[in-house]
């Protein structure tokens, strides 16, 4: 079945820091990958997502390039802020196979500290 | 943007009784949506994935006389926890979309407590 890998943290860095977030996955065919945030108490919100191999999603500063060929889709940031502290998840979408939409399948998530 | 709302945000209930969360797409006919459970700590997990006036699709484990999901409209789904016992307290977050090429859009999630 599909699943996706990320590193958990908790991850603490000071502002202004290079943010990298390692995700990796594992699916047949070619799923949609996506970034998801999610701030104390409140729901996900999209960040990035990515369709097709070596598509660049970007958003807010962030960025992360569907790599297919080492099944990755690291989130990385140049200089992250205090508000940048929250929970980043990893997901994918399994490839279309007929039929309606499909539940997302998201990695453990991986909490993001940022100090000043 | 698509903005898909869930009430209620927390809810406290008695051990053997049930409660309803809904989820509503205000902007969108959400012609799928889904249900996930968050656990502590831990990644969120896809319970059932409903479509309008079909019934929910369980992920392997979930109770499904537990858990029940309707989707009677194209804008409004909700869930009912029956028989709640404190393993049920969870946050639980619904998911929307209008196809796979529109995006998932998620509600804010309700925190239920058990005692």
């Known amino acids: 079945g599909n699943s996706v890998t990320q590193m958990e943290g908790p991850v603490t860095l000071s502002e202004e820091a290079f943010l990298t977030i390692n995700c990796t996955y594992t699916?047949?065919?070619?799923?949609?990958l996506f970034w998801y945030v999610q701030y104390p108490g409140e729901g996900l919100q999209l960040l990035l997502k990515?369709?097709?191999?070596?598509d660049k999603g970007s958003n807010k500063g962030f960025e992360a390039t569907y790599r297919k060929e080492t099944t990755s889709f690291h989130l990385e940031k140049g200089s992250v802020q205090v508000s940048d502290s929250a929970v980043y998840f990893c997901?994918?979408?399994?490839?279309?196979?007929?039929?309606?939409?499909?539940?997302?399948?998201f990695g453990k998530g991986t909490h993001l500290i940022i100090q000043p | 943007g698509a903005v898909v709302s869930q009430h209620p945000s927390r809810v406290i209930c008695k051990s053997g009784t049930s409660v309803k969360i809904e989820c509503r797409s205000l902007?969108?006919?959400?012609?799928?949506m889904f249900w996930y459970r968050q656990f502590p700590k831990k990644s969120l997990m896809l319970m059932a994935t409903?479509?309008?006036?079909?019934?929910?699709?369980?992920e392997q484990g979930v109770e499904k006389d537990k858990f029940l999901i309707n989707h009677a409209s194209l804008t409004l789904s909700t869930l009912t926890v029956t028989s709640a016992h404190p393993e049920d307290s969870s946050f639980y977050i619904c998911?929307?979309?209008?196809?796979?090429?529109?995006?998932?859009?998620f509600g804010s999630g309700t925190r239920l407590t058990v005692v």
């Open positions: 998911s929307a979309t209008l196809d796979r090429t529109y995006g998932y859009t």
């Open positions: 699916a047949t065919g070619y799923p949609s």
């Open positions: 997901a994918l979408s399994a490839p279309y196979s007929g039929g309606g939409a499909d539940g997302l399948t």
């Open positions: 409903s479509n309008e006036g079909s019934k929910a699709t369980y």
């Open positions: 990515a369709t097709k191999a070596d």
């Open positions: 902007d969108f006919q959400a012609t799928t």
